[in-house]
């Protein structure tokens, strides 16, 4: 079967009519997410070659959300290129102009803690099993 190139506006309306879809979905596992009393948050730096307006010495970040019911638990990924504490506060605060100022780790409120979630291999001596 010949090779058919898609424009990128086509494959810019697909993105678009993906994210109207899942939206709701999206909506629900922030709900889900934000359940529990402790979110753990890590931000991991990641180099994008050949990243539109962006030289590929730039850095750019990955924040992982992690949190939920135990029976329903939720990671969140979220792609921006800044490592601000400002990322976190937006995500965790979308409704408030005026988001918890300070430190990055941790902030808290009266409804979340947030902590560093580093990410490593689990060894047979961390007492898992």
Known sequence: MPEKALSRQTMSGWVIQLHER???LMAAMKRL????????????RLQVLNEPGRKNTQLSYMWVYGGGPPDKPVIWYQYTD?????????????????????????????????TPCPIRPVSWTDGFL
């Open 82 to 114: 800044t490592r601000s504490g400002e990322v976190p506060e937006a995500f965790l605060y979308p409704q408030r102009e005026d988001p918890p100022s300070g430190a990055m780790y941790p902030v808290t409120t009266a409804t979340r803690l947030i």
């Open 22 to 24: 899942l939206s709701p």
């Open 33 to 44: 997410l934000y359940e529990e009393r402790v979110i753990h948050i890590d931000e991991t």
